[in-house]
């Protein structure tokens, strides 16, 4: 069965004031929605990026070059993503129209290619 990366962007729509039960309700809320993936049948694998961290690397003209990232400037920034197994975009997009994510950024869906 193909599978399929959810790329998860913060569009810079979650309170940094929030209480941390606010944050546990967030929390609880993906758990749920991936536990009912799963219970659709579906492989699913996900993992949050640390906030404000990262590196870009770039290689042209052979040398590397490494910044600090993500981009201080980018409106989005990834946040995370999920991996799924599906038979189809459609059925991805199905499985994420109740993700919680879409309240606070965007969702890109990318097939994986079987190598």
């Not at 919680?100 to 190598?115: A, C, K, Y």
Request: charged residues 25%; contains cysteine.
């Amino acid at each position: 069965m193909p599978k399929f990366v959810l790329l998860l962007r913060d569009a810079g729509r979650f309170d940094p004031n929030m209480s941390p039960a606010e944050m546990q309700a967030i929390v609880q809320r993906y758990i749920a929605w991936r536990a009912k993936v799963q219970q659709n049948g579906r492989a699913i694998t996900g993992h949050k990026l640390h906030d404000k961290q990262g590196r870009v690397l770039n290689g042209a003209g052979g040398a590397m070059k490494i910044t600090d990232g993500p981009y201080a400037e980018a409106r989005e920034v990834m946040g995370g993503l999920f991996v799924i197994e599906a038979s189809s975009y459609d059925e991805v997009v199905e499985l994420t129209r109740d993700c919680p994510h879409l309240d606070f950024g965007s969702i890109e869906i990318r097939e994986v290619q079987p190598t």
